[in-house]
T-cell receptor, first 115, second 113 residues
Framework: GAVVSQHPSRVICKSGTSVKIECRSL??????MFWYRQFPKQSLMLMAT?????????EQGVEKDKFLINHASLTLSTLTVTSAHPEDSSFYIC???????????FGSGTRLTVV | DAKTTQPPSMDCAEGRAANLPCNHS???????VYWYRQIHSQGPQYIIH???NNETNEMASLIITEDRKSSTLILPHATLRDTAVYYC??????????????FGTGTQLKVEL
């Protein structure tokens, strides 16, 4: 089945630094990927739609200069959290539309902790 | 802009059927209903989706009312491993084409012995 891999699964960074999270579709090509954020005991919140070869589409209230998205190939999208602060600590999850009938496949998520 | 309403929690005895309801009264004619579940600290897992016909796969059944304003996910024989948060999602079209999934608050299903 379709697999989406995220890396790293956990990352701790210092306040003020930047962190890059990778999302790869392992056995299919994905022209569109999605980035979500999830705070403890809350639902997933869609942050942006990543489009291969073009600019990402951000949801209302999400700062595009803080959450940089690059989708340079059909199998890789990256999310960079710039100048991270403790309030950016969260669970970040990506997904991609699977070519099979199994809907949208999600990665296993990245736990970001900013100290 | 989630378009679904679900009960926050439900309990189910192991081996019994778990019936999870979802209201999506503002759904449009070409919008699909998707169900996912999330076990703590993992990515959501796809369960099933449908448009207007009832659907069944190896994991569950999806019953959609004729007016499409609500649906029910049925896990026929719940096990302890089915304990998770279940999300009912309406896939919406976006400006310029394409679709997106916007998650609601979900139902925490607890399967007990």
């Amino acid at each position: 089945g379709a697999v989406v891999s995220q890396h790293p699964s956990r990352v701790i960074c210092k306040s003020g630094t930047s962190v890059k999270i990778e999302c790869r579709s392992l056995d299919f090509q994905a022209t569109t990927m999605f980035w979500y954020r999830q705070f403890p005991k809350q639902s997933l919140m869609l942050m942006a739609t990543s489009n291969e070869g073009s600019k990402a589409t951000y949801e209302q209230g999400v700062e595009k200069d803080k959450f940089l998205i690059n989708h340079a190939s059909l199998t890789l999208s990256t999310l960079t959290v710039t100048s991270a602060h403790p309030e950016d600590s969260s669970f970040y999850i990506c997904s991609a539309k699977s070519p099979s009938d199994s809907g949208y496949t999600f990665g296993s998520g990245t736990r970001l902790t900013v100290v | 802009d989630a378009k679904t309403t679900q009960p926050p929690s439900m309990d189910c005895a192991e081996g019994r059927a778990a019936n999870l309801p979802c209201n999506h009264s503002t759904i449009s004619g070409n919008e699909y209903v998707y169900w996912y579940r999330q076990i703590h600290s993992q990515g959501p897992q796809y369960i099933i989706h449908g448009l207007k016909n009832n659907e069944t796969n190896e994991m569950a059944s999806l019953i959609i009312t004729e007016d499409r304003k609500s649906s029910t996910l049925i896990l026929p024989h719940a096990t302890l491993r089915d304990t998770a948060v279940y999300y009912c999602i309406v896939r919406v079209r976006v400006t310029g084409g394409g679709n997106k999934l916007t998650f609601g608050t979900g139902t925490q299903l607890k399967v007990e012995l």
